[in-house]
């Protein structure tokens, strides 16, 4: 089962290589985790005004495999804003080659701090 897609602006768009894939044909669960991981920050990031550091993922689930040739779309959004932390939900979706579909793959929860240059927490800057 998949959710439908609204429309939004991705954060992140990528298309894995061969060398990204498993045994089975699907693309290694990490490469999907490093992506989101990226995403997550490019927001975060913007809304630290300065450098963050993921601190904590919630748990995910792979609703369907990731193939060879799917373009992948990271969406990326602030939740929730603490005083030196963010969470930002992301939601990664795949188009298949053939264009027909877009296949929701997994979502979570990520959590960035803001850090100093001393690289300890910092306080988030006002909205």
Do not use: C
Not at 27 to 55: E, K, S, Y
Request: net charge neutral; charged share 20%; hydrophobic share 50%.
């Amino acid at each position: 089962m998949t959710d439908a897609v609204t429309p939004r602006e991705p954060i992140l768009r990528v298309v894995p290589f061969p060398a990204d894939i498993n045994a089975n044909g699907h693309i290694f669960g990490g490469w999907v985790l490093a992506q989101m991981d990226i995403a997550g920050g490019i927001v975060a990031r913007r809304a630290a005004l300065g450098p963050v550091a993921t601190v904590a993922i919630e748990a995910m689930e792979f609703i369907t495999p990731i193939l060879l040739r799917d373009l992948i779309s990271v969406y990326a959004v602030v939740e929730r804003r603490g005083r030196t932390s963010l969470a930002i939900r992301i939601e990664v979706v795949a188009s298949r080659e053939d264009m027909s579909a877009d296949l929701k793959v997994t979502s979570g929860l990520f959590t960035f701090v803001a850090l100093d240059e001393t690289h300890r927490p910092r306080a988030l800057p006002p909205l």
